[in-house]
């Protein structure tokens, strides 16, 4: 693949022709700040933040679509591209809550983030603020769109990986904010409630609802596992505070599935702390169901399937696999019925 060197803030970079500037800078471990920006989406440049200075090129280019090119020369912490980066903080400061001591996602904000660490403490524009109802109805999902900065990561993940095209730009000027058609809740949408979106917001617009109020970011201790919903083996991150599971979250380096979730994967694991889940094997004594030990129930139903196939022969006894088991166990699962108990009755519920 043909190549082009660059000069960044003095070093130089090679990389792959159609390289944007920014992935240049990433791979160099230079730093540019991004809001609008991922690399599991199209290149946006609507934030404007990941600007830098390029001799010869008019105005300041946005990094995330400006290409790479042999012999270019690229400052990004420049007097003129902090002053920028500066004044775009304020700019998006001038119309959003300052309300970051009881805002969810304080301490895991990129605003936030960036504001501290190019000391921006309050914003110089003064004018109107939006004033929109926070939206809340679903079970799933909390929209502030008083807190949206535009950026379009929720408009394009929906519609570049989640394929649904729930929800896009609405409206013009001051008035412009992110809603589902004709302006209808996400609840009268046609909204999955995937929760991708959530996973890609850079500020507290979008929010997991079941997560709110119980726990702040930096209190919270990330577990990763895998999803026990199907056989994809999708990894998420149990989010637990006081030995407690409060949430899940999406983990950008998954193997399976980097930060895309279902609606099971990242809104189902209420059952964990259920009162009604079951914790232990049930038995069935004097037609009531009983607590028992791993190896009572083991031994019961081996018993009982030893019998029946005594009685009525291999063919007599049929076996349920599931999705939520892992190849090898549904595997072992084929064994044992096949071999060990000598039918050909297994089925498996995600053939239906």
């Not at 946005?62 to 002053?83: D, F, I, K, N, R």
Request: hydrophobic share 40%; glycine share 10%; aromatic share 6%.
């Amino acid at each position: 693949m043909a190549s082009v060197t660059l000069t960044i803030d003095g070093r130089q970079v090679t990389v792959p022709r159609g390289t944007s500037v920014l992935e240049a800078a990433e791979a160099a471990g230079i730093f540019i700040p991004t809001l609008c920006h991922d690399p599991d989406l199209s290149p946006w440049g609507a934030c404007r933040l990941c600007v830098v200075e390029i001799p010869g090129m008019r105005n300041l280019p946005a990094s995330c679509v400006t290409e790479a090119t042999e012999g270019m020369v690229v400052y990004t912490a420049s007097a003129p591209v902090l002053e920028a980066r500066k004044t775009i903080l304020e700019l998006l400061l001038a119309n959003h809550p300052e309300d970051c001591l009881t805002c969810h996602r304080n301490g895991d904000c990129r605003l936030q983030d960036y504001a501290y660490y190019y000391g921006v403490r309050a914003s110089g524009f003064a004018g109107e603020r939006r004033a929109l109802p926070v939206e809340d109805e679903n079970p799933f999902i909390v929209r502030d769109m008083n807190k949206c900065i535009l950026c379009g990561k929720c408009v394009r993940v929906c519609q570049e990986i989640q394929g649904c095209h729930v929800v896009d730009f609405a409206y013009r000027g001051f008035g412009t904010r992110i809603t589902p058609a004709m302006n209808v809740p996400l609840g009268e949408s046609t909204c999955v409630f995937c929760g991708n979106c959530v996973a890609y917001c850079p500020v507290g617009a979008l929010v997991e609802k079941p997560m709110l109020g119980k726990g702040r970011r930096w209190e919270v201790r990330k577990v990763r596992t895998i999803c026990p919903y199907c056989g994809t083996g999708c990894t998420i991150e149990l989010n637990v505070k006081d030995g407690r599971v409060i949430g899940v979250t999406s983990a950008p380096d998954g193997d399976v599935n980097g930060k895309a979730l279902c609606a099971k994967g990242r809104f189902g694991m209420g059952f964990i702390h259920h009162p009604d889940r079951l914790q232990a094997p049930l038995v069935r004594k004097n037609g009531e169901l009983v607590e028992a030990s791993w190896e009572e129930a083991l031994e019961l139903v081996a018993s009982r399937l030893k019998e029946i196939k005594e009685a009525h022969g291999g063919e007599a006894i049929g076996f349920l696999s599931s999705a939520r088991c892992t190849n090898e166990e549904n595997y072992l699962l084929s064994k044992l019925a096949r071999a060990v108990v000598g039918t050909n009755h297994i089925d498996h519920c995600a053939r239906l």
